[in-house]
T-cell receptor, first 118, second 110 residues
Framework: NAGVTQTPKFRVLKTGQSMTLLCAQD?????MYWYRQDPGMGLRLIHY???????AKGEVPDGYNVSRLKKQNFLLGLESAAPSQTSVYFC?????????????????FGQGTRLTVV | GIQVEQSPPDLILQEGANSTLRCNFS?????LQWFHQNPWGQLINLFY???GTKQNGRLSATTVATERYSLLYISSSQTTDSGVYFC????????????FGAGTRLAVHP
């Protein structure tokens, strides 16, 4: 049971290049999330998904796009990378909150992707 | 939106000392988690604790939801406890979207 796996772990991009970060979870979780962490700060939510085929914006969505074509995968895309997108990106997944009084909604995080845009 | 404040921002301990980290939040929450981010950047789940008290070895946590705070206790600290401790709560709109505090940076010296 791998949990939440992110690919790649490290990447350096030039300004204007595009790339896709892949997140895969094997816990059959409905909800998935992408966060970014900047130095000395907590994590901030970029986009999230509450099920296959659905996505929604979080706190800091500008410059990013996402897709959830399969339940187990959540992709984060940067169409034209900028130095301000230099950050560590974390993916997470959790159960749905329906009937939460009986359900543990703990979120689990991947190991992170360190992205540098030069 | 909901605000999460952690204190203290920095903490330096000698190995073997005990400590208490605090998390205050501005509204009622359905989910609260404590994480440890180790020096390699990995986020490790410590506690899922929207209310009540839990213990795991040398660590324990208490959330008093009615008073909007949570405490993380570390006893007999070890150098491997060093890193950043984050409190995160579910923000407005549900779907378990977590709002993170700024963290407490802990350094444990031998």
């Amino acid at each position: 049971n791998a949990g939440v796996t992110q690919t790649p772990k490290f990447r350096v991009l030039k300004t204007g290049q595009s790339m896709t970060l892949l997140c895969a979870q094997d816990m059959n979780h409905e909800y998935m999330y992408w966060y970014r962490q900047d130095p000395g700060m907590g994590l901030r939510l970029i986009h999230y998904s509450v099920g296959e085929g659905t996505t929604a914006k979080g706190e800091v969505p500008d410059g990013y796009n996402v897709s959830r074509l399969k339940k187990q995968n959540f992709l984060l895309g940067l169409e034209s990378a900028a130095p301000s997108q230099t950050s560590v990106y974390f993916c997470a997944s959790s159960f749905p909150d329906t009937g939460r009084q009986f359900m543990n909604t703990e979120a689990f995080f991947g190991q992170g992707t360190r992205l540098t845009v030069v | 939106g909901i605000q999460v404040e952690q204190s203290p921002p920095d903490l330096i301990l000698q190995e073997g000392a005990n400590s208490t980290l605090r998390c205050n939040f501005s509204d009622s929450v359905n989910n609260l988690q404590w994480f440890h981010q180790n020096p390699w950047g990995q986020l490790i789940n410590l506690f899922y604790i929207p209310s009540g008290t839990k213990q795991n070895g040398r660590l324990s946590a208490t959330t008093v939801a009615t008073e909007r705070y949570s405490l993380l206790y570390i006893s007999s600290s070890q150098t491997t406890d060093s890193g950043v401790y984050f409190c995160a709560v579910e923000g407005a709109g549900g779907y378990n979207k977590l709002i993170f505090g700024a963290g407490t940076r802990l350094a444990v010296h031998p």
